[in-house]
């Protein structure tokens, strides 16, 4: 038995079909529907993750008796399970990765968000994809191999993902003839059955390669054929590989490569929106915790007018004070009754802004809640305060905005790289084997297509072909232009990712500046405070004495309420200023304990939040 030398082909092209997408199979971050045993699901549309409006449990489990108990590491933990900016952010990283599954058939990245797709790797080109184009001769004939077979050109179709191709023919011609002597009958009619199927699949390096197998049945009633019907094959092999411009794996790899850093930086774009909405939770639960202070302060300072009022309308009993002074107080106690009702309302609005952060959908029910918060605002201590050098290196290693930046420099140096090679001309070597056969009935002897595709198969009648390509761009503007816009767009982001750096410093030095001035300005206004009561004190005490007057009180009290909110702004201004001092260096989330892996998936895995 004669052995096929079409097998042994067939071995090793599966041999190199498999291999390299095996090894790929284990670097991929986001695997394609798989096609075994349903062969169909390549070719249906995959369902994306259910979309959840609905708020956490937590929310429920923190409202005790129409008060809804908060604690900072609450508040955060609500927020990384709630919070709608998050929510829609966490789509980026997963938008990210179907780029990757794009990108390793060939394609073009997408893009996404805060993530660069330089311009420079679709040089030479506009919507840049690759498609194989397959030569190997015409049917039943020696053919042709001009243009190389498998070659590989722009176009809309993914290369490395194998591209089959069938069709299927049927046809019948009558043609009148002006002579008998060929036909030997002057009306002829055909009946022809064809069909032709391709097989085409780029690699990594650049190689491509088709195999192609093509039919035929024909049968006439024209006289004196050879075959009727006679049935014509053709299988043919035939690759492509570029030498200069296309070869290697990073030109071809370039999409690929970009996806997956791409990847990275939206993991980074996620992680700088997590910090924001952190930085804005934190500051919401302190201003919040402020206006409760000025709160107090307001129903203390309107109790204070009060008893004032009262006292004042004693005296005037028993004749010891003019009138006058209870006129005094009494608009006293209108002012200080307004500045209640001013910071009652300020604290509802701070209400509601909080809870919009931590919450996805808002309800009559949660309107009616109070927020009591548990937790109160930070000491001045040594710890807070990083020196310079520690905090510059610290913002330099962790602020996500950096490392977006660095990635995309990295992104569009690839492109530079690219782009650098497309300068060269096209170069390549092609390669052919084919083989054709022609069987059907013979003088009564049966036949067909058995034997004629056997004949195609062991090479009865065989067909090898090669060759060198050689394409020399004239002038070359079109590279050159390509290739100088990628070294001053990399210039160009270089000078950003150098402002960038300068940016992270002087926000650096702001956060340390603030909360030194910060804790100055608190240890100045508690001072402030204790000596502003102990006035108001003896001005009381002078009033009950005889020697001072209502006026005088009046306005010992209303220094004492300025100094009761001074302190309160201070330790606000201080506990922010801790905030943005995370935010600078980057490390507000390991400075609350907070993984991003939990942000990703929205959910918290502790509510200890470290202080």
Same mark, same amino acid.
Request: net charge neutral; proline share 5%; charged share 20%.
């Given at each position: 038995? &004669? ?18 997408? #095996? ?36 929310? /429920? &489990? ?11 590491? /609450? ?32 394609? #073009? ?15 030479? @080109? ?11 001769? =015409? ?11 498998? @070659? ?47 097989? @085409? ?21 024209? !006289?004196?054929?050879? +075959? ?6 053709? +299988? ?20 690929? $490569? ?11 774009? +996620? ?20 206006? !409760? ?10 109790? %204070? ?42 604290? !509802? ?29 930070? #000491? ?6 990083? /020196? ?12 996500? /905005?950096? $490392? !977006? ?31 054709? *056969? ?5 003088? =009564?002897?049966?036949? *067909? ?49 150098? $402002? ?25 206004? $508690?001072?402030?405070?204790?000596? #502003?009561?102990?006035?108001? %004190? ?33 330790? %606000? ?5 801790? %905030? ?32």
């Amino acid at each position: 038995m &004669r052995s096929c030398p079409v097998w042994r082909l067939s071995s090793l092209l599966l041999l190199i079909v498999v291999w390299p997408v #095996a090894l790929y199979a284990q670097q991929q971050l986001v695997e394609p529907a798989p096609w075994f045993p349903n062969i169909l699901r390549p070719y249906q549309a995959q369902p994306a993750p259910p979309l959840v409006l609905e708020n956490s449990p937590r929310l /429920d &489990r923190l409202i005790r008796e129409g008060k809804l108990e908060l604690t900072v590491a /609450d508040a955060l933990a609500l927020a990384l399970e709630n919070n709608l900016d998050l929510a829609v952010q966490r789509y980026v990283p997963v938008i990210a990765e179907t780029d990757v599954l794009r990108t390793s058939s060939g394609q #073009a990245a997408r893009g996404v968000q805060g993530a660069l797709v330089p311009s420079g790797l679709t040089s030479g @080109a506009l919507g840049v994809g690759v498609s194989a184009s397959g030569g190997g001769g =015409g049917l039943g004939s020696a053919g042709g191999i001009t243009g190389g077979g498998g @070659a590989i050109s722009i176009g809309s179709s993914g290369n490395f993902d194998p591209s089959l191709n069938m069709n299927f023919s049927w046809d019948r011609v009558t043609s009148p003839l002006n002579t008998i002597q060929v036909a030997g009958i002057p009306i002829v009619t055909a009946n022809a059955t064809a069909f032709s199927s391709n097989y @085409a699949q780029m690699f990594r390096t650049g190689t491509s390669y088709s195999v192609s197998i093509t039919g035929q049945r024909q049968g006439s009633t024209q !006289q004196r054929l050879r +075959f009727n019907p006679a049935v014509v094959s053709r +299988f043919s092999l035939a690759f492509h590989q570029p030498l200069l411009n296309g070869f290697g794996r990073e030109a071809n790899e370039r999409f690929i $490569r970009v996806a997956l850093n791409n990847t990275a930086t939206s993991q980074e774009v +996620f992680r700088q929106q997590v910090i924001t909405t952190v930085v804005q939770v934190e500051n919401a639960y302190w201003d919040l915790a402020a206006l !409760q202070q000025n709160v107090r302060v307001a129903e203390q300072s309107l109790a %204070v007018a009060e008893r004032l009022l009262s006292d004042n309308r004693l005296r005037v009993e028993i004749g010891s004070m003019p009138p006058l002074e209870v006129t005094s107080a009494e608009a006293e106690v209108a002012a200080r009754t307004r500045d209640l009702t001013l910071a009652r309302t300020n604290l !509802q609005l701070q209400e509601a802004n909080l809870k919009n952060l931590l919450v996805k959908r808002n309800s009559p029910e949660l309107d009616n809640v109070a927020v009591v918060l548990k937790d109160q605002m930070p #000491a001045p201590a040594t710890k807070d305060l990083p /020196d310079v050098k520690t905090a510059l290196e610290t913002a330099f290693k962790n602020r996500p /905005d950096l $490392r !977006q930046a660095q990635s995309n420099l990295e992104n569009q140096e690839l492109a530079t790289r690219f782009t650098e090679k497309s300068l060269k001309p096209s170069a390549a070597v092609f390669g052919l084997y084919a083989g054709s *056969g022609l069987d059907g009935n013979e003088a =009564g002897i049966p036949g *067909g297509a058995g034997v004629s595709f056997q004949q195609a198969f062991y090479g009865d009648f065989p067909e090898y072909g090669g060759g060198v390509s050689l394409s020399i761009p004239i002038r070359n503007r079109v590279a050159q232009a390509d290739n100088l816009r990628s070294q001053l767009e990399e210039k160009q982001l270089r000078l950003g990712v150098q $402002r960038s750096h300068n940016q992270v410093a002087l926000e650096v030095r702001k956060a340390m500046i603030g909360l030194i001035q910060g804790r100055a300005q608190l240890e100045a206004a $508690r001072e402030a405070a204790r000596l #502003a009561r102990e006035i108001w %004190v003896g001005e009381q005490e002078r009033l009950e004495a005889g020697v001072s007057t209502s006026y005088q009180v009046i306005l010992r009290e209303r220094d004492l309420v300025a100094a009761q909110q001074a302190e309160v702004n201070a330790s %606000v201004g201080y506990a922010k200023a801790i %905030v943005e001092m995370g935010r600078a260096m980057g490390t507000a989330l390991e400075r609350r304990g907070i993984e991003l892996a939990n942000a990703l998936t929205g959910t918290a895995s502790s509510s200890r939040v470290t202080p």
